[in-house]
């Protein structure tokens, strides 16, 4: 029933194999020698194309792809709408590789129909490192569906990741493909519960008039925390000291250097939040909390045509509840206009959710390695956040 993934060195099954079968590539060792040189062979009509995503014109094309073609919700509600500057945030990481950032074009305009996309990540998995290809934004054109285009998009980057010497890949997907690592829950927190029920987005509870879910939901309009602040330059030493030291508590964690921490958690208007917690006396750092901005197009509405979407990202408590640290990134997030938050339910965040009134998703996020076998974890053993 899988007949790509079939062919591929990834688990079938969630065996009972001996513990020394872990931890260790599912391939037989390859080197560059043995990868083909050419790329794969498209359809007539179509070649591979390279994305400059710093350029406003690519970076467009790929923003209209995705924002009629990505991913939707079970019943085709909601689809996600990646901003332009997001797009370029989250694929031009330090030591980033422009060919792992391409894609198919054709037809008379030399449009653009499919999209994949890698950058570099520095992983931990039970104490190990392996360096991975962090896979992302496979995108078909709906035009082009089910003739296999994406499988052929997926042998392409592992052939290009392949030349660098690299044979392991973490991705995460909705759908349930040949094996997750990992299975976890979206959890979401209404902050514009009055909107969301507008729009099909959640339902309001048996019995309950609007105005009392409203007022269930009512958060403080003031942070709680003293000596929140966003993150600035001169935080990014004691924030990747502090996000390391958080992380290898996890199975499963990416490895930040500090050149990774300065692009993926300073702030960007519109993409990422960061605030840090600084000690009014010691000026001391040891606290910090984050989200990124995912809007998400309102696909048969009237007047609501987005939602405005926080996803939970790195937080890392140290002298406050995390409770109160993820309360205080609710509060900012209302502030901010959003109408929901969600978080999955990785890290530490399963104890949270419940006292923060999150309520189950229907959605799942499975997560997943290519060529590395390991045994499946629980999502409180998932250190990573792919966005
Ligand atoms: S998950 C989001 C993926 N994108 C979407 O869902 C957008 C909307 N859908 C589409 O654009 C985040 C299409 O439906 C796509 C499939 C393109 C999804 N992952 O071309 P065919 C990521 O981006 C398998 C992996 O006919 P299609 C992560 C499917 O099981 N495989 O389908 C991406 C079947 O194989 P099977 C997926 O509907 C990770 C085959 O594709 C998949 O026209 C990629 C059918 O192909 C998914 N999300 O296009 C893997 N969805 O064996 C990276 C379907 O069952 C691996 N399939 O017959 C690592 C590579 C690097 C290694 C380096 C060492
Ligand atoms: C790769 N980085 O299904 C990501 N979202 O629950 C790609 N549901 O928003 C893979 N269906 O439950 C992404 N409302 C996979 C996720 C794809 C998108 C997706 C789910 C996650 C989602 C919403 C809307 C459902 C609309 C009908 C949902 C209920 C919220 C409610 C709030 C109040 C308390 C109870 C729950």
Known sequence: IHEFWDSQPVPKAYEKIDESMY????????????VRPEPYTLPPGYTWANID?????????????LTQNYVEDDDNMFRFDYSIEFLQWALTPPGFHKEWLFGVRGGKKNKLFGFISGIPVDTKIR???VTMAEINFLCVHKSLRTKRL??????????????????????TAGVLIPLPISKTTYWHRSLNP???????FSSLPANTPM??????????????????????????KVVHDLLNAYLSKFEVHLHFTEAEVAHFLLPRAGVVDTYVVENPQTKEIKDFLSFYHLPSSILKHEVHKTLRVAYCYYNVANTVPMEELIRNALIIAKQKDFDVF???????????????KFGIGDGNLHYYFYNWRVPEFKPNQIGIVLV
């Open 127 to 129: 104490g190990k490192q």
């Open 342 to 356: 969600n978080a999955l339910d990785i890290m530490e965040n399963e104890t949270l959710l419940k006292e923060l």
């Open 150 to 171: 994406a499988t052929v998009l997926i042998k392409e980057v592992t052939r290009r990741v392949n030349l660098h010497d690299i044979w392991q890949a973490i991705y």
């Open 53 to 65: 995503i710093g350029n406003r014109t690519e970076a467009q094309e790929v923003y209209d792809l």
């Open 23 to 34: 931890d260790q590539q599912i391939d037989v060792p390859k080197t560059v020698a043995d």
């Open 211 to 236: 105005a009392r879910y409203v007022k269930l939901l009512k958060l403080p309009g003031e942070t709680s925390v003293k000596g929140l602040r966003e993150m600035q330059k001169s935080d990014v």
């Open 194 to 200: 009055k909107k969301l029920v507008e729009v099909g």
